[in-house]
């Protein structure tokens, strides 16, 4: 098993509609969990992050935590064609700490289209 | 937030020659900096962790001789791709800390991303 999992996609979706992007992570022992969006030929850039159980919300976005089942998703409300890109997962996994700093290990993301 | 800047942006280069990509953080300190390497519609994967004033450590499978990192002040981290071959060929991503904070809730910033294409 991977240690974080998305669906590659393509994902889908109407202008309007609400984009649900999922994430698996083995270790149970997991804290903290991150989403970014990365345009093609960019950089990734954080959205949003989580840490515990339950929903977070910042604006169009919404992060969801669930622990027990070792699975987080974004929700996209609104999506916009401006949406479209890959969204990565990210997950802070318990023993990979390099120089101070716990390492992200990502998901091969899932790619979001949002169509007019 | 923080920003990290990574240059050049975009480079070609011939198959045998070596390429240096540089990392700069502009407004914070950063111990630590991170390279990563992405390959067409492939994750980040982690290639080396860059530690001011100390040698760099490497994730199992990159070749230390042929990426050379080198981390001389708190603001910047270079990779040298040396003897570069089309295989090499791939989108080459930085990432920094702040040195002021600290913990698992603290995370790093990116830079822009480096795409080297080896001829």
């Known amino acids: 098993q991977k240690e974080v999992e998305q669906n590659s996609g393509p994902l889908s979706v109407p202008e309007g509609a609400i984009a649900s992007l999922n994430c698996t992570y083995s270790?149970?022992?997991?804290?903290?969990f991150f989403w970014y969006r990365q345009y093609s030929g960019k950089s990734p850039e954080l959205i949003m992050f989580?840490?515990?159980?339950g929903d977070k919300e910042d604006g169009r976005f919404t992060a969801q935590l669930n622990k027990a089942s070792q699975y987080v998703s974004l929700l996209i409300r609104d999506s916009q064609p401006s949406d479209s890109a890959t969204y990565l997962c990210?997950?802070?996994?318990?023993?990979?700490?390099?120089?101070?700093?716990?390492?992200?290990?990502f998901g091969r993301g899932t790619s979001l289209i949002v169509h007019p | 937030g923080a920003v990290v800047s990574q240059h050049p942006s975009r480079v070609i280069c011939k198959s045998g020659t070596s390429v240096k990509i540089e990392c700069r953080s502009l407004d914070f300190q950063a111990t630590t900096m991170f390279w990563y390497r992405q390959f067409p519609k492939q994750s980040l994967m982690l290639m080396a962790t860059?530690?001011?004033?100390?040698?760099?450590?490497?994730e199992q499978g990159v070749e230390k001789d042929k990426f050379l990192i080198n981390h001389a002040s708190l603001t910047l981290s270079t990779l040298t791709v040396t003897s570069a071959h089309p295989e090499d060929s791939s989108f080459y991503i930085c990432s920094a800390r702040d040195t002021g904070t600290g913990g698992i809730y603290t995370e790093a910033f990116f830079g822009q991303g480096t795409r080297l294409t080896v001829v």
């Open positions: 990210a997950v802070k996994l318990r023993g990979r700490e390099k120089g101070g700093s716990y390492i992200p290990t």
């Open positions: 270790d149970r022992g997991s804290q903290s």
């Open positions: 860059s530690n001011e004033g100390s040698k760099a450590t490497y």
């Open positions: 989580i840490y515990s159980n």
